[in-house]
Nanobody
Framework: QVQLLESGGGLVQAGGSLRLSCAASGRTFRTPAMGWFRQAPGKEREFVVAISWSGGSTLQADSVKGRFTISRDNAKNTVYLQMNSLKPEDTAVYYC???????????????WGQGTQVTVSS
């Protein structure tokens, strides 16, 4: 089993920044790839970014390219999502997830955190 715990969400004004963290524990070697997804009110959950075990490969949704950056510190079993130039449409619950390989596919992520709320005011 893998446990994921997100933190760092909150309320920020448009144009501001936030950094989310996701601490992983348990059998993390089984799920080397990590990703962030988000779900806005009334919408389906969508892929945001993902990173490989080494950190050498990443995937991003077009909507966040140039604004969001994913990184990881394997010594701390923690993945980070740095969000800059935030927009009101970035408002959502952000979920950390773990997968056996780098992918955008939600169904490939077998472990999920409980989510953290990010609210961007205009």
């Amino acid at each position: 089993q893998v446990q994921l715990l997100e933190s760092g969400g909150g309320l920020v004004q448009a144009g501001g920044s936030l950094r989310l963290s996701c601490a992983a524990s348990g059998r993390t070697f089984r799920t080397p790839a990590m990703g962030w997804f988000r779900q806005a009110p009334g919408k389906e959950r969508e892929f945001v970014v993902a990173i490989s075990w080494s950190g050498g490969s990443t995937l991003q949704a077009d909507s966040v390219k140039g604004r969001f950056t994913i990184s990881r510190d394997n010594a701390k079993n923690t993945v980070y999502l740095q969000m800059n130039s935030l927009k009101p449409e970035d408002t959502a619950v952000y979920y950390c997830a773990a997968a056996p390989y780098l992918t955008r596919s939600e169904s490939s992520y077998g472990y999920w955190g409980q989510g953290t709320q990010v609210t961007v005011s205009s």
